[in-house]
T-cell receptor, first 116, second 110 residues
Framework: DSGVTQTPKHLITATGQRVTLRCSPR?????VYWYQQSLDQGLQFLIQ???????AKGNILERFSAQQFPDLHSELNLSSLELGDSALYFC???????????????FGPGTRLTVL | GQNIDQPTEMTATEGAIVQINCTYQ??????LFWYQQHAGEAPTFLSY????GLEEKGRFSSFLSRSKGYSYLLLKELQMKDSASYLC???????????FGGGTRVLVKP
């Protein structure tokens, strides 16, 4: 158990819908990262938040957005869902996140999203 | 940009040794991570190398050569539970975002 929690574990929805994935980082961790893992794309970085502010952005679609709240939990919002959005979505956390200061990322169990 | 290559799949016998290679190209090197991921589960941290050389951690060791843009993960005394994907990853120049390789699926046979 990494200490990172994600809900829900599974999500099945239809094309065109909107969903919200939730992540709670390890106690004391300030950084939250979101990754998408699909069969053909591997593990892809989406976005990072550090202490409530966006810190880095990957190949995140405009239909996707995220935020980190004052209690440091984070939500990833996916809208206008397409079949290709079906994937495992992982959240990870680390204690820091500032440039030049690296530490291990701890991954949550993931949310499996299925778009029908 | 960053580019990471690792073999797609490897098969080995229980009790044997397997070496998983990873080559990378990155602007501004900040170290290299290895993660283990069992199917459908979260990646778990194995090692982080920032200096050249071999770092040993029990049955797992990781090697780095910065001049060659090369790393390997060595799994010794293979056990059935070691059947998993092994992901090589490098952090970005700013922040901690990780760029992952496609992963190497290791199948351990009895």
């Amino acid at each position: 158990d990494s200490g990172v929690t994600q809900t829900p574990k599974h999500l099945i929805t239809a094309t065109g819908q909107r969903v919200t994935l939730r992540c709670s980082p390890r106690s004391g961790d300030l950084s939250v990262y979101w990754y998408q893992q699909s069969l053909d794309q591997g593990l892809q970085f989406l976005i990072q938040y550090y202490n409530g502010e966006e810190r880095a952005k990957g190949n995140i679609l405009e239909r996707f957005s995220a935020q980190q709240f004052p209690d440091l939990h984070s939500e990833l919002n996916l809208s206008s869902l397409e079949l290709g959005d079906s994937a495992l979505y992982f959240c990870a956390s680390s204690s820091s996140g500032a440039s030049g200061n690296l530490d291990e990322q701890f991954f949550g169990p993931g949310t499996r999203l299925t778009v029908l | 940009g960053q580019n990471i290559d690792q073999p797609t799949e490897m098969t080995a016998t229980e009790g044997a040794i397997v070496q998983i290679n990873c080559t990378y190209q990155t602007s501004g090197f900040n170290g290299l991570f290895w993660y283990q991921q069992h199917a459908g589960e979260a990646p778990t941290f194995l090692s982080y190398n920032v200096l050249d050389g071999l770092e040993e951690k029990g049955r797992f060791s990781s090697f780095l050569s910065r001049s060659k843009g090369y790393s390997y993960l060595l799994l010794k005394e293979l056990q059935m539970k070691d059947s998993a994907s092994y992901l090589c990853a490098v952090p970005g120049a700013a922040g901690n975002k990780l760029t992952f390789g496609g992963g190497t699926r290791v199948l351990v046979k009895p």
